[in-house]
């Protein structure tokens, strides 16, 4: 199957799509969190927590007041238009526990081993290189931390002459996976406890059917040695 490499032009064009697609909806009324991934995962007290493909902030900030002063979130986007939306509105009302920064997904400005929960909600898709991506979670995710992650998987694999096209990548379909393919990705990245919270039927998007679902799992604590 075929991808796109994100360092290449092509790469470069698919980004640029991304982010002129989300950046023309950061003063939209619409909704863009697909999923609900970030009520799902309920963060506690103190929780540091991270929202992948953050948008205008809204879950992130509910997120940032969830944990409280003694947690913190990190949004993380694309698009420009984007961040300076949630930016503002953090700074508006007051919420000094949440940070957006824009990075890649495969590229996370986070450290290791030092988050509780991550979240998203239908933009793992877009991602050229989805490996990378559940190696990052896997990375910033402490021993015990979570996900909930919500997107979607195509029925059929997606033809390359779709998959290559950036503006069909950006619309949020031709970057899709098979829900094997996508299950495999999760577990291969090493996490456990893998359960499918929600999923719909298959329904039309672009030139394929895709379906939506919601995901949980868990990075491995270590296991002890039963010797003495």
């Keep these: 199957m075929g991808s796109i490499d994100l360092r290449d032009a092509e790469g470069g064009a698919v980004l640029e ?8 909806l950061a003063d939209s009324s619409c909704c863009l969190s697909c999923g609900g991934a970030a009520e799902r995962a309920k963060p506690m007290h ?12 809204t879950d992130a900030i509910r997120m940032a007041e969830d944990v409280g002063p003694d947690g913190f979130v990190w949004g993380i986007d694309i698009s420009d238009k984007m ?14 526990n949440v940070r957006f920064e824009k990075a890649e997904l495969e590229k996370l400005p986070i450290p290791s081993m030092s988050v509780d929960v991550v979240v998203s909600n ?37 033809p390359d002459e779709f998959r290559q096209d950036p503006e069909a990548v950006a619309e949020c379909w031709a970057g899709a996976d098979t829900r094997e393919v996508y299950l495999k990705t999760v577990a291969a990245a090493g996490f456990e406890d893998i359960k499918v919270l929600d ?30």
């Design 199 to 228: 999923e719909s039927a298959p329904y039309a998007k672009g030139a394929i059917e895709v379906s939506s679902f919601t995901l949980q799992g868990w990075k491995p604590k270590p296991r002890r040695c039963c010797g003495g």
């Design 83 to 96: 961040l300076d939306k949630a930016r503002s509105t953090a700074e508006r009302l007051g919420v000094a």
């Design 17 to 24: 799509k991304i982010a002129e697609r989300y950046s023309g």
């Design 46 to 57: 103190g929780d540091v927590c991270v929202d992948l493909g953050s948008g205008r902030g």
């Design 122 to 158: 239908c933009v793992l898709n877009h991602a050229s290189d989805k490996s990378k991506v559940w190696s990052e979670i896997e990375r910033i995710l402490r021993p015990g931390g979570r996900f909930v992650v919500s997107d979607i998987y195509s029925s059929v694999p997606v």
